[in-house]
């Protein structure tokens, strides 16, 4: 556990970035992949390197690819495997709350956040405040049916022009490599910096809508475990009654097995 946080502390931000989603993308070591984003968001935090007040066009292009720390690990949270429902819950809860902190980062960052994940991240925000009147908060929602599949429509053509976005500046970046263009020489209206820049807003706002797609099903699955960890916690509870039960009745011939009938080796004889 130290070696993966003095391995990640020895690199650059941006190394330990790559690193870290490298695992966490890879996904079968969610553990170290926790460990590592975790550790490289407290380094970004130690270091102040944003603030409430940044301007996108102040952010070195460097520094950009940075701001989905809170989405990796969020990701890495709800892959993680758990031995309770109760510590699956932990890490949705958890999850949930960096999902929302990396929508409000960007929606903080005039310019970032296309039209359409904006308008829906201020709807989930309304709705998470909208209380179902059994004093529960998030679980309903203003929106009509009809509102509902228009929005998932709008957001699903929205998503489709980002990714091709994010596909052609791909291409580009790859050709100007292949042709060896110098980073100050510009193809298709982009020099190195451009494209680099370009792309890593891309990638940002494509993390975007797969945050709110991720706390759609966030939503639905922590009611699922709300009841989860109910019935376990009264199974446990019955279980120790039990236990306590049988403690009190004695050790001998079966007789304090819950007042109910004998166990299969009761009296001695066998089958």
Partial sequence: MNMNNNHTSELSLSDAYRDAVRISSDGTESGTAIELLTALQNRISSASLFSSNDVLDDLPTSSMPLLSVEFHLATALSSAPTQTSAERQVNINRSRDLLYGYLRKLDDLEGVLDDEPARYYKQMLEDEEEDDGEGNYGKTTRMTPTQIRETKIARYRAR??????????????????????????????????????????????????????????????????????????ERGEMQRHKGETYGAGGGGGGGGYDGGAPGPSAGGGSR
């Fill in 160 to 233: 489709k022009v980002q990714r091709e976005e994010f596909e052609r500046l791909t291409a580009l970046r790859e050709r100007r490599s292949r042709l060896g263009v110098a980073d100050e020489d510009e193809v298709d209206g982009y020099d190195g910096d451009g494209v680099d820049r370009s792309l890593a807003l891309a990638e940002l706002r494509g993390y975007a809508f797969d945050a709110l797609d991720e706390l759609l099903s966030t939503r639905k699955e922590l009611d699922m475990l709300e009841m989860a960890v109910r019935m376990e916690n």
